[in-house]
């Protein structure tokens, strides 16, 4: 019997192949035959009478059933609607729908969304790479040697591993590693409610692939304010900034041109004459990293030619607060008051009076203060010492106009001063927007980066307004706080959970009254999420995956940092910053590694260098739950193969970029024995609950359930035994006291609650999972997420519903601060400018003056530019990467049919002369190397990469590599020290939020041509 991709027979003439069934016909289309499950009938029919060759053609369009589908993978925002054709159990043909609504008659509508990667994926599905029974490894970890399992043993197996783990060190060693894409929500959904009943860790998937904007948090309080695409086209200026859009946002990218025949003007500002140059007005190149210092230098410009608008930064941003010269910290309410005023309580000039007043707390509104933007004052504090006081712009300006005039930031970032003039101007004088995406953030000081790009966009008044803004990216909308606290189904469920959380939000109001709904939402996931033992990476990595060498190399960090890493690291820890967050701690080895969505091995930075000599050897099992055999399947010790897309219901990313929820139908059966991952986790839960029953073995535990921050919510004489008894000893004493709060925040949880609280009681099957996807598309209707027709029988029918407000629930939901109107695009922090609602940071304004001790240490209170550090060694070439065009991360990299569309292989793109200088050619092999490891691959030459520029696009499988060494293995994964920091305002972890990331562009490396 031949496998997925192979057919019979086809050694036949060409009568016979027009005899064939027309399921074999290779139409115009993307279609393609694959064959059927291993069980059914042979892929190529028994010859048909032939009659004509109209007919032959007529047969070709006809089908069984057809179905709406999308695509669960992350290639934000996603969310395609797509037809899929059915015949014989088979997808046999793919189309884009095309059928979303216009909104109101002066925009373009989304029509159609898809790609050459959507119009392919049954070709993936049906192709040799997929896995379609559980494997369990007989050779040694990479020697690629397997037998089949059948679920039974094969989940046995992982059951007892998760079990020992939970009894000899902990449940917090077992490790769930969830990636972004190639899952669809309810089924990641189910993955995090079994690492969360099971006590396990989870490590935060933005701390993993560094899709987390640092300076967008410092500045905001929050990175996920993203418009919906369709408000690119309403902009008079866009700036593709960190971005690549014809590469990265193929369904969206129409909207940038059709702004561009409206009138906008695009440019495109990168490195490279990246593609997305061909089609903008103007390109302006910057030297790699070098972009802090071109936006301060649009902002020197801003400020000298008088183009500031001081309205919106004196009402908006922190630009108007006081400072004290002498501490360089803001001037405070004890400071000033004296005590009894809260220690957040900050100050402006008044205009009007020459004195002090408060910044309002609860508004952005100034309430008859006139606050001073440039100015400097002596001011008496309650202790009747005199103080010098400055404002936050005051400073701002004297260092733009010492350090960055534009002939001065133009030999920092190499873009002319001119240039910079030219598009500081624009900027200022037009609606302007910045397509941003991730990879600013993955420079090491990427945060800079994004507060001088928000500064540019503060000076000149550019967001909150529809066609402004940085268009990043938002996930959120699924009603996911709901579900994860479900216990049961039903309305009463429904009740005591919400009914819970808005007590809580009223506990948390009693504390602070000035608290808006996204800081009590915020505040209430720091608390509360700790529960759900999700955690930042960088902590497990530092302790157990042999970062921590590679992290205290000085001279591949900041040149400027004051002491070692290590100290940092050490202050952090001994301050309680990351109270709770540190899991597994240093003393708790690492035991299970449970990985789904993802790749490890290939997507961590460093990772095949770094995760296979520390990380591995600690681990008694290594999972991988994916329907492809990836670099991390290969190293591991059980495969667990699930449905893929077209075989279960589902669906993508909630997300206003889009506004639209969209959906996928199981439209065949999954091939082989796979299953969705809802039942793998069900079935594992019930063999972890049946296999501790035969050992005799009736609950685990798990340490530091009881935080600082929630005991402080506890009564006062919890609070007092909390005190007297210690952390452990109090724990212990709730086990005993109070079970079923011990059992809620998993202190003490039996392996009977524990699948009870996975599977909420329904049955393990077809029918249990019908069920639970039924309700949670209840629970998005009920707190308005959709309307009262987005029933799953409608999405069946429709593919997707529009958004109709965002989840009161969900703090990420909050982050776009707007409303969601029927006839409009999502505009995101609308009602910050709108209706002065602050925002979630220490100052409650956006906010670019950071007086966090370790800041001022660093020289980056304020927005700053500082060169790349020369992670991997002192070498010439500066190695940069971004999205393939033709593959989305790695799932597509291997298939035979998108290959034929590219070269086929990985490529390093090199400028022409940079391949001359080492006597390489297009197409011929070299070495790229530097301290920390080296890698083989074929260059392509090309003259639009800067010289000293080498472009590698992601993400290539490591076994597609010589020797299986990628890219990736000569990425050491700096970290910014800076981002240990904690105990400061909105600088405190919660989820996807706030966390240290590595860092993966500009890495320096060498290059030599392959003999």
Not at 80 to 88: A, I, N, R
Not at 115 to 141: D, H, T, W
Not at 316 to 325: A, W
Not at 605 to 622: A, E, F, I, Q, S
Request: net charge neutral; hydrophobic share 35%; proline share 6%.
């Amino acid at each position: 019997m031949k496998g997925p991709g192979e057919m019979t027979g086809l050694n036949i003439t060409r009568r016979e192949f027009l005899k064939t069934s027309a399921v074999t016909v290779v139409g115009l289309t993307l279609s393609r035959l694959a064959p059927l499950r291993a069980e059914a009938a042979p892929a190529v029919e028994p010859p048909k009478p032939y009659e004509n060759w109209q007919k032959l053609m007529a047969e070709k369009w006809t089908w069984d059933s057809r179905h709406r589908v999308t695509h669960c993978v992350d290639c934000y925002p996603g969310n395609c609607s797509w037809t899929v054709y059915v015949k014989d159990g088979m997808v046999i043909r793919e189309e884009q729908t095309g059928h979303y609504p216009q909104l109101n008659p002066e925009m373009p509508d989304m029509n159609p969304r898809g790609c050459q990667k959507g119009a392919s994926f049954g070709n993936v599905m049906y192709a040799k790479e997929r896995i379609k029974y559980p494997l369990i490894r007989v050779g040694e970890r990479g020697q690629g040697k397997w037998r089949r399992a059948t679920w039974d043993e094969a989940l046995t197996m992982v059951a007892d591993a998760i079990i020992d783990a939970q009894q000899n060190v902990g449940p917090e060693s077992c490790i769930m590693e969830m990636g972004p894409g190639n899952i669809g929500i309810f089924q990641a959904e189910a993955a995090s409610r079994f690492a969360m009943s099971q006590g396990m860790t989870t490590l935060d998937v933005d701390g993993l692939i560094n899709d987390f904007n640092v300076g967008q948090y410092i500045t905001f309080g929050k990175f996920q304010q993203a418009s919906s695409v369709d408000d690119w086209f309403n902009a008079d200026v866009i700036l593709i900034w960190h971005k690549n859009p014809i590469y990265t946002r193929i369904p969206s990218y129409h909207f940038i041109s059709e702004a561009r025949y409206r009138g906008a003007t695009v440019v495109t500002i990168a490195p490279d004459a990246s593609p997305s140059t061909m089609h903008a007005d103007l390109y302006v190149p910057v030297d790699f990293g070098a972009d802090a210092a071109l936006a301060l230098g649009m902002a020197h410009v801003m400020i000298s030619e008088g183009l500031v608008n001081e309205e919106f930064v004196k009402e908006q941003t922190d630009l108007p607060l006081l400072v004290r010269t002498d501490t360089r910290k803001y001037l405070r309410g004890p400071e000033l008051e004296g005590e009894g005023v809260r220690e957040d309580q900050l100050y402006v000039l008044d205009a009007r009076t020459g004195k002090p007043a408060r910044a309002p707390l609860d508004t952005l509104r100034w309430q008859g203060i006139d606050p001073k933007l440039d100015a400097r004052a002596e001011v008496k504090l309650a202790n009747g010492e005199t103080v010098e006081v400055r404002t936050v712009f005051s400073l701002l300006r004297e260092r733009i106009e010492r350090d960055y005039t534009p002939e001065k930031a133009s030999k920092l970032c190499g873009t002319a001063p001119g240039v910079i003039r030219r598009l500081a101007r624009l900027v200022a004088t037009k609606k302007t927007m910045i397509i941003l995406g991730w990879n600013s953030a993955k420079y090491y000081h990427g945060d800079l980066i994004e507060r001088a790009q928000s500064l540019v966009l503060a000076l000149s008044g550019n967001w909150g307004r529809s066609g402004t803004g940085s268009a990043g990216w938002n996930e959120s909308g699924h009603a996911s706080h709901i579900s994860m606290a479900r216990e049961k189904h039903g309305d009463e469920e429904f009740e005591r959970i919400t009914k819970n959380h808005w007590n809580f939000i009223k506990l948390l109001r009693q504390r602070d009254p000035t608290l808006t709904d996204e800081q009590a939402a915020i505040e209430s996931e720091r608390i509360i999420g700790r529960l759900t033992s999700m955690v930042p990476p960088a902590f497990y990595w530092y302790h157990h995956a042999g970062y921590r060498e590679v992290w205290n190399k000085k001279e591949w960090g900041d040149p400027t940092m004051k002491r070692s890493f290590d100290e940092y690291v050490e202050e952090a820890k001994k301050k309680g910053w990351w109270e709770g967050l540190m899991r597994p701690g240093p003393d708790k080895p690492p035991q299970v590694l449970i990985g789904i969505a993802g790749s490890t091995l290939r997507r961590t930075r460093g990772g095949l260098n770094r995760l296979l000599k520390h990380l591995w050897p600690k681990l008694k099992l290594v999972v991988c739950v994916d329907p492809r055999m990836s670099t991390t399947c290969l190293y591991a010790d059980v495969v667990l193969p699930p449905a893929w897309f077209y075989e279960r219901e589902d669906f993508r990313f909630f997300t206003p970029t889009v506004s639209y929820n969209t959906f996928t139908d199981k439209a065949v059966e999954p091939v082989g024995d796979c299953i969705t991952e809802w039942e793998i986790f069900g079935r594992l839960s019930e063999k972890i609950r049946d296999r501790a029953r035969e050992r005799k073995i009736d609950s685990f535990r798990q340490e530091e359930r009881m935080t600082s921050d929630l005991v402080a919510l506890l009564p006062g004489y919890m609070r007092a035994l909390h005190r007297i008894m210690g952390k452990a000893l109090f724990e212990r004493a709730v086990s005993v006291v109070l079970p079923g709060m011990a059992r809620r925040l998993g202190i003490k949880r039996t392996y009977e609650d524990a699948h009870d609280l996975f599977t909420r009681k329904l049955p393990v099957n077809r029918e249990g999972y019908l069920e639970a996807l039924k309700v949670w598309i209840d629970d998005q209707r009920r707190i308005g997420l959709y309307d009262q027709s987005a029933t799953l029988e409608d999405y069946k029918e429709k593919g997707f519903h529009r958004m109709t407000g965002l989840d009161p629930y969900d703090p990420v939901s909050l982050n776009t601060s707007c409303d969601i109107e029927p006839d409009k695009p999502v505009v995101a922090l609308q009602w910050h400018v709108r209706d002065k609602v602050p925002y979630p940071t220490y100052s409650r304004r956006a906010q670019f003056y950071i007086d966090h001790d370790w800041f001022l240490e660093a020289g980056e209170e304020l927005p700053v530019f500082k060169p790349n550090p020369k992670m991997g060694g002192d070498y010439p070439f500066r190695m940069t990467s971004g999205h393939l065009r033709w593959s989305i991360h790695s799932i597509w990299v291997v298939n035979k049919l998108i290959q034929y569309t590219h070269r086929g292989r990985p490529g390093l793109f090199v400028n022409p002369k940079d391949a001359e200088r080492i006597g390489a050619k297009d197409g011929d092999l070299v070495e790229v190397y530097n301290d920390f490891d080296r890698f083989q691959v074929h260059i392509i030459t090309a003259p639009s990469v800067r010289p000293g520029q080498v472009v590698i696009y992601h993400a290539w499988e490591p076994y597609q590599f010589p020797n299986w060494r990628s890219y990736d293995a000569a990425i050491p994964g700096m970290v910014k020290y800076l981002h240990f920091a904690g105990g400061y305002g909105h600088l405190r972890y919660w989820r996807w939020n706030w966390q240290p990331v590595q860092a993966d562009r500009a890495v320096a490396v060498g290059m030599r041509k392959v003999a």
